[in-house]
């Protein structure tokens, strides 16, 4: 198993920068592959981001790409999203999950249904 703790939402304005980080418990953090999605109010939850174990593949929502970027730091247990240009549309709460069986170039891995463990959220809101 594996316990995740999200951490960096705040208030934004439009156009502003947040970095999110996602710290895991455990010492199997590189057997995950790890996702980023969001819930706004009344929405369902949507895909943001994923990246492999290992860090060397991503992909992204075409409503975040070129904006935000996923990465992660084995050594720390720690998966980041750091979100540039940030829009008002973006804000929601911020989960991160770990699933031992994704990978950035199977289109499986945007399902939130592939993933078995979820953090509690963060929220995020960016301010027009």
């Known amino acids: 198993q594996v316990q995740l703790v999200e951490s960096g939402g705040g208030l934004v304005q439009a156009g502003g920068s947040l970095r999110l980080s996602c710290a895991a418990s455990?010492?199997?953090?590189?057997?995950?592959?790890m996702g980023w999605f969001r819930q706004a109010p009344g929405k369902e939850r949507d895909f943001v981001a994923v990246i492999s174990r290992t860090g060397g593949t991503t992909f992204y929502a075409d409503s975040v790409k070129g904006r935000f970027t996923i990465s992660r730091d084995n050594a720390k247990n720690t998966v980041y999203l750091q979100m540039n240009s940030l829009k008002f549309e973006d804000t929601a709460v911020y989960y991160c999950?770990?699933?031992?069986?994704?990978?950035?170039?199977?289109?499986?891995?945007?399902?939130?249904?592939?993933?078995?463990?979820w953090g509690q959220g963060t929220q995020v809101t960016v301010s027009s």
């Open positions: 455990g010492r199997t953090f590189s057997s995950y592959g």
């Open positions: 999950a770990a699933s031992l069986i994704v990978d950035p170039s199977d289109y499986a891995s945007t399902r939130a249904g592939r993933y078995a463990y």
